[in-house]
């Protein structure tokens, strides 16, 4: 019982209870709900701030790499002060864009994303920026799109791609694919012969900031958000994420979409590398 002008929130639940009958468990989860808005609140306000600085600061030090009065001995430091710097950045943004997801509504636009053609740009850039020089393929592109939001599910995908370069020894195969299921949904699919995942790491690796290697996440340039805001995406697409993995030979990483959220689309064929 709550004073009528106080709105709460109750979660509920249902345990069978005898042979036909349920027991209904209520819980008044108001307080929780106004701590996790305020936590989520203080990080995008935190991040913001952040922001502006970074950019002086990177700004500044890329002058001074670029036509400083340095001597020597300060190349080294210099160029170690923009490698935190970017991760600074990179970490900022990543945070800045979690929040936003979680205070979105619940469910992403209804925009038509050309999806085959974002993978195709994604891919390419991928294998520009892979300074490891793995051996990456485009095996499946169909002609389908999905209903939702483009920026969304740019990062999505552009985050299982990045994490397939980063966990995958230089040289190693990843392949891409994008296809239409039986059921009338979608999947794209990242595959790597990678270092693989223990089992009893796959239910944690969507948290915020969970590694299974620090160091390694670290030094590739990872801020343990990717796989988060890939969580994230996909619940706003109506979408989930399946993921098999054998240690020392590789992951699959699969987003599949429902049926009412694909549109077949009659394009071009996309070329496959
Ligand atoms: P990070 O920025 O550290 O990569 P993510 O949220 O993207 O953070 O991933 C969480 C963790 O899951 C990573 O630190 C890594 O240990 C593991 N992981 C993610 N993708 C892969 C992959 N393709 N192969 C092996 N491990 C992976």
């Not at 249902?14 to 209904?24: D, F, K, R, T, V």
């Not at 701590?35 to 989520?40: E, T």
């Not at 943004?93 to 929040?99: A, K, P, Y």
């Not at 397939?164 to 239409?180: D, Q």
Request: hydrophobic share 35%.
């Amino acid at each position: 019982r709550s004073p009528a002008d106080e709105t709460r929130s109750l979660s509920a639940r249902l345990i069978p209870y005898g042979s036909n009958q349920y027991l209904a468990l209520f819980r008044d989860v108001t307080k929780i709900l106004g701590l996790q808005a305020m936590r989520r609140d203080f990080v995008a306000n935190a991040s913001h701030e952040l922001r502006s600085p970074l950019t002086v600061l990177a700004g500044y030090l890329e002058s001074l790499a670029e036509d400083g009065p340095l001597t020597e001995e300060w190349r080294e430091p210099l160029q170690e002060m923009q490698r935190q710097t970017r991760r600074m950045t990179s970490l900022v943004e990543d945070l800045l864009e979690l929040s936003r997801l979680e205070t979105e509504d619940e469910q992403a636009g209804d925009q038509s994303v050309a999806v085959p053609a974002m993978i195709r740009r994604i891919f390419d850039d991928s294998r520009l920026q892979d300074s490891s020089g793995h051996d990456l393929h485009l095996t499946r592109c169909e002609p389908v799109n999905v209903l939702g939001a483009e920026n969304e599910l740019y990062s999505a995908f552009s985050n299982l791609v990045l994490n397939a370069i980063r966990y995958t020894p230089a040289g190693g195969r990843i392949e891409v694919s994008w296809w239409r299921e039986d059921d009338g949904g979608a999947s794209f699919e990242v595959a790597d012969g990678g270092i693989g995942i223990e089992e009893r790491h796959l239910p944690f690796i969507t948290q915020r900031f969970y590694r299974i290697d620090s160091a390694r996440s670290r030094s590739k340039g990872g801020t343990g958000l990717g796989l988060a805001i890939v969580k994230h995406v996909l619940q706003r697409h109506g979408a989930r994420l399946e993921v098999e993995s054998t240690p020392g030979q590789g992951s699959t990483f699969r987003c599949r979409f429902p049926a009412d959220r694909v549109v077949v689309v009659s394009a071009p064929p996309v070329a496959l590398s």
